[in-house]
């Protein structure tokens, strides 16, 4: 089982550039979120979609967008990257046959932005 | 909003030593609780859980019991092992909006 997975999993931006972030899950799940990991900070939510169709703002959702394109993926945008975003970006699943709130990851996506 | 704070490292240890990683939380209601472990370069995967009170998750020779009285979930293993070095996340949450993650906990465990 694929679970869920993220591309590109390496990224170099200059600031200023754009890039989107894709994420697909094959688990029917109804949840996907998007997290960001910095060092000292543990994992912070961007941005969350509860279901198809509905977005939400998480604790950092500024300089992103979002969009649920289907029930299997959420992307994530950054439109005019900031060196501030430098980071390594997560995205996660959940669903029907989980424990409530349980997630389920990807392996991560690794963006520098210079 | 609810918040979850956890013992930074890094942890150093022996191997066969006892762990214990301490995890206390906040938040509104009875959230379930859980704990993730991530290896380097790769996702987070999850641990262990618990979903009410007085439950006890356990997995791989680690236990944590949900303690309401003391808000906390504290994340044991009796011996651990060189294959344990991780960087260990507790979180809280409950429903569709995510859940809350701690800093993480980097444990090192030396042969």
């Known amino acids: 089982n694929a679970g869920v997975t993220q591309t590109p999993k390496f990224q170099v931006l200059k ?6 972030l894709q994420c697909a899950q094959d688990m029917n799940h109804n949840s996907m979120y998007w997290y ?15 279901s198809e169709g509905t977005t939400d ?15 299997r993926e959420f992307s994530l945008r950054l439109e005019s990257a900031a060196p501030s975003q430098t980071s390594v970006y997560f995205c996660a699943s959940s669903g029907p046959g989980t424990n409530t709130g349980e997630l389920f990851f990807g392996e991560g996506s690794r963006l520098t932005v210079l | 909003g609810d918040s979850v704070t956890q013992m930074e490292g890094p942890v150093t240890l022996s191997e066969e030593a006892f762990l214990t990683i301490n995890c206390t939380y906040t938040a509104t209601g009875y959230p379930s609780l859980f704990w993730y472990v991530q290896y380097p370069g790769e996702g987070l995967q999850l641990l262990l859980k618990a979903t009410k009170a ?3 998750g356990s997995n791989k020779g680690f236990e944590a ?10 994340l ?3 011996s651990v092992q060189v294959s344990d070095s991780a960087v260990y996340f507790c979180a ?18 030396q042969p």
């Not at chain 1, 600031?15 to 989107?20: E, N």
């Not at chain 1, 998480?58 to 649920?68: H, I, L, W």
């Not at chain 2, 809280?92 to 465990?109: C, E, N, P, V, Y």
């Open chain 1, 15 to 20: 600031t200023g550039q754009s890039m989107t």
């Open chain 2, 76 to 78: 044991e293993k009796g």
């Open chain 1, 57 to 71: 703002k998480g604790e950092v959702p500024n300089g992103y967008n979002v969009s649920r394109l289907n029930k």
């Open chain 1, 36 to 50: 960001r990991q910095d060092p000292g900070m543990g994992l912070r939510l961007i941005y969350y979609s509860a």
């Open chain 2, 92 to 109: 809280s949450g409950r429903g569709a909006d995510g859940l809350t993650f701690g800093k993480g906990t980097h444990l090192i465990i």
């Open chain 2, 65 to 74: 019991t949900y303690r309401k009285e003391t808000t906390s979930f504290h």
């Open chain 2, 54 to 56: 007085d439950d006890k």
